[in-house]
């Protein structure tokens, strides 16, 4: 019987408890920065012409926890191995005479390569390696000093 009293007491202590609790109290805890390897192969681009003429090569990758959090207020960070040697470069950025630009979407990133003449389309770009960086604004905001166009103290700083 006491065991009973007990387990009804702390079930209406509990109750109590979380009735008690406001959203004032909570602190908000941003998600850990992540980052995501991709290798984009010369088969992925496709052709692509704009309303003014522009032509150049696109594709695009599934990114799901590109939330619309994270892409209205915290930052998407490109970088892009152009010779296979491990030494990432954050675009957009020019490249042996040909433009490379991202576009951030909910949930995906669409990748571009323009080439230096208007109306040429430019050499397919051999194999790329890719990474892309997801960080929340409260974190992007804890760490105001970094230099977001370095990957390696993007990494350090954001711990990744």
């Known amino acids: 019987m006491k065991l009973t009293k007990h387990i009804l007491l702390l079930t209406f202590l509990s ?3 979380l ?9 908000y805890i941003p998600p850990p920065a992540n980052s995501y390897l991709f290798s984009i192969q010369p088969e992925d681009w ?3 012409e704009d309303s003014e003429g522009v032509v150049g090569y696109e594709t695009e990758f599934e990114i799901p926890a590109l939330t619309a959090n994270i892409n209205d ?6 970088y892009f191995d152009f010779a296979g040697d491990g030494v990432f470069n954050a675009l957009p950025h020019v ?20 080439g230096a003449e208007s109306g040429v389309l430019p050499s397919l770009p051999g194999t790329i390696d890719c990474k892309v ?3 929340d604004g409260v974190l992007l905001k804890s760490n105001p000093n970094v230099d977001l166009n370095d990957l390696k103290a993007v990494e350090k ?4």
């Open 15 to 17: 109750g109590t408890l």
């Open 19 to 27: 009735a008690c609790n406001d959203d004032k109290d909570d602190v």
């Open 46 to 48: 496709y052709e692509f």
């Open 73 to 78: 207020a915290g930052a998407v960070l490109v």
């Open 95 to 114: 490249y042996d005479n040909i433009t490379y630009l991202y576009n951030t979407y909910i949930q995906s990133v669409q990748f571009q390569v323009l």
């Open 133 to 135: 960086v997801l960080i």
């Open 157 to 160: 700083a954001f711990k990744l």
